[in-house]
């Protein structure tokens, strides 16, 4: 007997790519439970499904920073306690990455690279686990959500947040509709979705100077002229991170999607010198999101 549940959940993370560099993502997860009926005559009670397995998955990859773990280019560093990590992405020609944070900011896949197939494999191995005996088979789907017209992956981190969106590098893939004086405009909206195509969105009031990290032996040859550094301290820890200057964009606020619908917005009407009102719906992942206007 099989049991299935559909958009279980969204997994809204980050992930490192050695061409990417840092990759916003949001993955819709379908599940499929494969076992003998209990006594309750079920696989699996719906409700727990939702609950459970639901919990499992965002507590194995959601809203962390995914480090394929077995790439040449890694290098994973832990404090004395294991709270903390430094994680060294040594990618060549000043694109390197540096992280120091919690240990609960980062899934680590063992794998050469992060994918679909290989976040699969990690979230059946942990899913498994907690599976009750009569559960003998698991299938985990998946699958981006279709988006017609322009979107971006970026990666952010919410320092006043007191849940696990203060992790300094986790992200999503975003569609983005901008309107001027109520007409769609898909050119005005391709070009933001190539300039931050994969991105890095900090807040200016969270930088710093590259010497003000915490960092590794790996990473003590970037600079502020290869690399924008950043380094708050919230609910959970102290998270610090220096990426490639190519890769990043600052603004002024806080990076939530309120304020940068708003950015966008404000941005938009003066870059298109806009004589009507501008409408901004940027995304947050997978169906929700801000609007903003100028």
């Known amino acids: 007997m099989q049991l299935f549940v559909n958009d279980l959940t969204v997994i809204d993370f980050s992930y490192l790519c050695a061409e990417r560099g840092i990759v916003g993502e949001s993955w819709i997860v379908d599940i499929i439970l494969d076992g003998s009926l209990n006594e309750q005559s079920m696989v699996l009670d719906f409700g727990k499904v939702k609950k459970q397995i639901k919990r ?28 903390s990590y430094w994680v060294d992405f040594l990618r060549p020609q000043e694109r390197s990455i540096h992280l120091f944070c919690p240990a609960d900011a980062f899934a680590f896949i063992d794998a050469e690279e992060v994918s679909m197939a290989s976040v699969n494999a990690y979230l059946r191995a942990v899913i498994k686990r ?15 959500e279709h988006i017609a017209g322009a979107y ?45 195509q994969d991105i890095y969105l900090g807040s200016q009031e969270d930088t710093c100077s590259v010497a003000e990290l915490k960092l590794s032996s790996a990473g003590k040859q970037v600079n502020d002229s290869s690399h924008q ?27 939530t999607v309120e304020c940068i619908a708003d950015y966008l917005a404000q941005t938009i009407a003066l870059e298109e010198n806009a004589q009507g009102r501008v409408k901004v719906m940027a995304y947050e992942g997978v169906g929700k999101g801000a609007i903003g206007y100028a």
Do not use: M
């Open 56 to 83: 499992i998955i965002d507590d194995a990859v959601d809203h962390k920073l995914a480090v394929p773990a077995d790439h040449s280019f890694t290098r994973v560093t832990h404090t004395d306690d294991d709270s």
């Open 130 to 144: 907690e599976l009750p005996g009569n559960v003998a088979g698991l299938e985990v789907i998946l699958r981006e």
């Open 152 to 196: 971006y992956h970026y990666t952010h981190g919410l320092k006043k947040h007191d849940g696990n969106c203060q992790r300094i590098a986790h992200g999503h893939r975003s569609q983005l509709q901008v309107f001027i004086d109520n007409a769609r405009a898909p050119q005005v909206e391709e070009r933001w979705a190539r300039r931050w």
């Open 229 to 255: 550094a950043y380094r708050y301290t919230a609910d959970q820890g102290l998270f610090e991170l220096a990426v490639p200057q190519g890769e990043n964009d600052l603004i002024a606020s806080d990076s």
